[in-house]
């Protein structure tokens, strides 16, 4: 609740509400001889120490905005200012604590509002380390030192995405997790513009046939033909490769999103003869641990051990086979909205960015030094 008080005339003080609900009323309905003015849009309460001091110790952690004339008239309302700020100071500082019982109610406010695995796993560490960071500075209130916090996390190079994320993080644990209300907005810092690394078409079939492995053969084959996450290609079951209508099902994808993209014939046949040989299920690429399927920092390091084997120079990852997929196609003439709906962009801006990688329109342009 936020609370604005000032003197109304002789008898009464003014008290104007904003951002209250029904406990903050009742709040103010506590004190005896107070009136609502609905021309005003105002409470009043007797102008005495008594009811003042009663207002203020029961609008306690909220914000309370009091007009000077007010606070030089009653000295005793600075000093009651002061300890308010002094306590929640103090209560910042010593709520940023993480323990298993903390971290499970943060897992469990995550999961109730339906973010994924990988965020919530992420989340958590933002917060654990930012708590470590936090404990040792407890001089410093909550939002400076997420401040300082974010800081430091850029001048030791992490990306703006990640500190972007930390302080996503650390809002929802504030809000959801140990009640503050928010008195400050974080700065951020701006989002950076990247260009997808893109592989060429002839690097893609180099890297491909660079892997011996009939199973990891498929997945390289399924991942860059069909355009997928690394987070998906795991999670595929045989049932979602349907080749008389050359698609392939995406369950739960990015955003918790269905979708259907391409099912290459030839990547089919390799996963068909795969398919064969081992008689996966239930998962089509299933893992060491019976039941279930192959982890994605798996599939991360079959793509590193056939880049490092085909001899291709690029410092790239799996997911460059998913960003050539989508540039391949735009260079091929197909229309954006088919490539959004493709990778399951929710927003045309994300697929809009192969526009800048695609090489089709800047290859008809001859440099200066070529016509010397």
């Excluded at 504030?174 to 990247?194: D, F, M, Q």
């Excluded at 046939?209 to 045989?238: C, F």
């Excluded at 955003?255 to 003869?273: F, P």
Aim: net charge positive.
């Amino acid at each position: 609740m936020e609370i604005r008080l000032g003197i109304r005339d002789e008898r009464t003080i003014g008290i104007q509400i904003n951002r209250f609900g029904k406990e903050d009323i009742l709040k103010i309905k506590s004190i005896p001889g107070r009136k609502w003015v609905p021309d005003e849009g105002i409470w009043t309460i007797p102008y005495t120490i008594a009811k003042v001091e009663q207002l203020l110790n029961a609008c306690f952690g909220d914000e309370v905005k009091v007009d000077q004339r007010l606070v030089e008239d009653s000295p005793f309302i600075q000093e009651w200012l002061d300890k308010q700020v002094q306590a929640v100071a103090a209560a910042k500082r010593s709520s940023y604590l993480w323990n298993e019982e903390m971290e499970h109610r943060f897992r469990d406010a995550l999961t109730v509002r339906g973010y994924s695995g990988k965020t919530i796993r992420a989340y958590s560490a933002h917060v654990k380390r930012f708590c470590a960071y936090h404990r040792e500075r407890e001089s410093q209130t909550g939002e400076s030192c997420v401040q300082q916090y974010a800081l430091s996390l850029l001048k030791r190079a992490y990306s703006h995405a990640y500190v972007n994320q930390a302080i996503s993080a650390l809002k929802f644990y504030s809000k959801h997790v140990l009640n503050l209300k928010e008195t400050a907005s974080y700065i951020r810092p701006k989002k950076e513009n990247k260009l997808p690394n893109v592989l060429s078409l002839d690097e893609v079939m180099i890297i491909l046939k660079a892997v011996d492995n009939l199973k990891h053969q498929a997945i390289l084959y399924l991942t860059y033909s069909s355009g997928l996450r690394v987070s998906e290609v795991v999670r595929l079951r045989i049932e979602d490769c349907d080749h008389a209508r050359q698609v392939l099902r995406v369950r739960q994808g990015k955003g918790r999103k269905d979708r259907i993209t391409l099912l290459s014939d030839s990547a089919y046949q390799l996963v068909r003869k795969y398919v064969d040989q081992e008689k996966p299920e239930p998962w089509l690429f299933p893992g060491q641990t019976p039941g279930r399927h192959l982890t994605e920092r798996s599939v991360q390091k079959v793509f590193e051990k056939a880049l490092s084997a085909s001899g291709v120079m690029k410092q790239v990852g799996i997911h460059a086979l998913r960003h050539s997929f989508a540039t391949h196609l735009l260079e091929n003439g197909i229309d954006l909205r088919y490539i959004q709906e493709l990778l399951g962009h929710q927003s045309s801006r994300t697929t809009e960015r192969y526009t800048h990688v695609s090489v089709k329109d800047i290859r008809r342009i001859q440099s200066p030094l070529d016509r010397m």
